[in-house]
């Protein structure tokens, strides 16, 4: 491929594979405690420096080489300037503009345009962090080591990501590989030790954690582990069992094929065996069992028979109405009053009662003891008046847990990574329920089972350098029944208009979750998404795809949220 038209001044020639952290280039955006103030954003190394002027762009046809890199080369140090200047959502659109325009053109044998690509993704990967999404950071650098995958600066780049993403052992590999190209990069060094760093301070964290847990709440934490550790087993001893069968399956398949070719007869295929042994068992199956109600109903039978035979009716029919007029029969005494009870049952003295007092039930808001009562020790916050020993309490919270749910699924939001696209939850449609807190032994229990539906929007910021609000507040989200997903004609499906008009909205369907409930631990919630309005064109539909799946991961967040605030309210 033809390399681009050279610029009015001349430049430097471009090396292969620039260094990426080099003095001439910009801050390679350190952790925020060692980033030089006052430093340029990021500017390319001597191959790609954002001080070389940029070319005019080429009168040529977009598909000429010369003029696409040479508009690429207007972007990029459009986005150097944006950066500098503090505008990222307007670096950012600048870094893609330039990539998409030379992201067709073959880079194989042609130094200059991948160091151009190079140094547009890892730029965009800093406008990313920038940004605070360190998801995209990441995605981005990877698109450059996909270019070369020994660039030190796009690995640095990644691992940054890992670290705020707090992949603690992915950054790790990525620095070491970084090391291994640069190993007196400053930069990369102190990005290592701040990983460590990380690392450090959450497995302190953790253990803290652990502890507090395990002592505050009687072994919660231990028991949940222990839970854990027992799922795992079972389902490890479940994969064991099944690889047992299926080898001893095997085996019986080729014992078989052995007796088929010993009978001059043509071996079946595993798959084959397998299908017409199944059927021979299904129906021993069925043999069996019938025969085994048979068997029972014929011993049922002879039972019956034999008993009729002894007269044991009439017997037990005596016993019962003998039962009224013995004083003790097989476990049941008369009292003195003349009432049958069980043989366990004590009944007070007068002696008793005189030592004793009488032990008789009271209601715990009677007087008793009234200074003894107050020297003894004060009552767990757990355990009501009823339950002092601290058994089994449960307080029910469904009143509590629905609104807060309800106002959390509300908050959720997503986009598709650019400043373009935005997903809101116009309408929480149900959340419906129970939840309760419960006392057992001293330990505390938080149940909850929900099912919610939620309607959403995708927003369209109308594209261009028009970008969408960082905030939601200006989209119409209800929980009460305002706005619609559905499409229909009705008044309360009508999308509500925003700063910019209701054509913003570009897509919208219903997010489903059957099962919110206390018995995942993991975050990992079934979710269903059904659309009711898609975007015309492909390209819409992947952001909005993207815009969706955001949400949806979003709505996960919300729902563990809402656990954290269970625990904490009780």
Not at 38 to 60: I, N, Q, V, Y
Not at 230 to 246: G, M, Q
Not at 399 to 404: I, P
Request: some cysteine.
């Amino acid at each position: 491929m033809a390399s681009p038209a050279a610029p009015p001044a001349p430049a430097p020639t471009p090396t292969p594979t620039p260094s990426p952290l080099s003095s001439e280039e910009e801050p390679i955006d350190p952790p925020p405690p060692l980033e030089a103030p006052g430093s340029d954003p990021d500017p390319a190394s001597t191959s790609d420096s954002d001080d070389d002027p940029a070319p005019a762009p080429s009168a040529a046809a977009p598909s000429d080489p010369a003029a696409a890199m040479a508009a690429a080369l207007v972007h990029k140090n459009a986005g150097n300037a944006h950066f500098k200047a503090g505008d990222y959502a307007r670096a950012g659109r600048a870094y893609r503009k330039g990539h998409a325009a030379v992201s067709s053109l073959n880079y194989e044998g042609d130094d200059a345009l991948r160091s151009l690509l190079l140094a547009l993704q890892t730029n965009l990967s800093a406008v990313c962090m920038k940004r605070d999404r360190p998801e995209q950071s990441r995605d981005v650098a990877g698109k450059a080591l996909a270019i070369d995958p020994g660039n030190v600066k796009a690995l640095y780049r990644r691992a940054v990501a890992h670290r705020k993403l707090g992949d603690y052992g992915d950054s790790c590999a990525d620095l070491r590989a970084a090391l291994e190209r640069d190993p007196v990069n400053r930069e990369v060094r102190r990005e290592m030790v701040a990983v460590r760093k990380a690392m450090k301070s959450e497995r302190e964290k953790r253990e803290k954690e652990k502890k507090a847990i395990g002592t505050g709440f009687g072994g919660l934490y231990n028991d949940k582990e222990e839970e854990v550790q027992r799922a795992k087993d079972e389902k490890r001893k479940k994969k064991e069992r099944e690889k047992d069968a299926l080898k001893t399956r095997k085996a019986r398949w080729e014992d078989d094929c052995v007796k088929l070719m010993g009978e001059n007869k043509e071996a079946i295929s595993y798959e084959d065996w397998d299908k017409e042994t199944k059927k021979v068992e299904e129906t021993e199956k069925k043999e069996k069992e019938k025969k085994d109600m048979v068997e029972r109903d014929r011993r049922r039978r002879a039972m019956e028979a034999a008993r009729a035979a002894s007269g044991d009716d009439d017997g037990d029919d005596d016993e019962d109405d003998d039962l009224g007029n013995r004083e003790s029969v097989r476990g049941y005494k008369m009292t003195s009053d003349g009432k049958k009870t069980s043989y366990f049952t004590h009944e007070q003295t007068k002696e008793e009662a005189a030592l004793l007092g009488s032990i008789a039930p009271k209601r715990l808001d009677a007087p008793s003891g009234g200074a003894e009562q107050e020297q003894r020790s004060p009552r767990p916050a757990e355990g009501s008046a009823w339950n002092q020993a601290r058994t089994w309490e449960e307080k029910n919270t469904s009143a509590w847990c629905t609104g807060r749910l309800r106002e959390q699924l509300g908050e959720a939001v997503g986009s598709d990574g650019t400043d373009r696209y935005i997903g809101v939850v116009s309408k929480v449609k149900e959340v419906s329920g129970d939840a309760s807190f419960a006392t057992a032994s001293g330990k505390k229990r938080y149940i909850f089972d929900y099912k919610a539906e939620l309607k959403f929007r995708i927003m369209d910021g109308a594209g261009g350098d028009a970008a969408v609000p960082a905030s939601v507040a200006d989209v119409a989200v209800s929980t009460d029944g305002d706005g619609g997903a559905d499409g229909g004609n009705d008044d309360d499906d009508k999308e509500k208009p925003t700063e910019e008009g209701s054509e913003r909205v570009v897509a919208k369907g219903v997010i489903s979750l059957p099962d919110i409930c206390s018995t995942i631990d993991d975050g990992d919630y079934e979710v269903q998404v059904t659309w009711s309005k898609r975007p015309p064109g492909a390209e819409a539909g992947r952001a909005a795809d993207a815009c969706k799946d955001e949400l949806v991961a979003s709505v996960k967040e919300c729902i563990m949220k809402f656990v954290l605030d269970f625990n904490q309210q009780y």
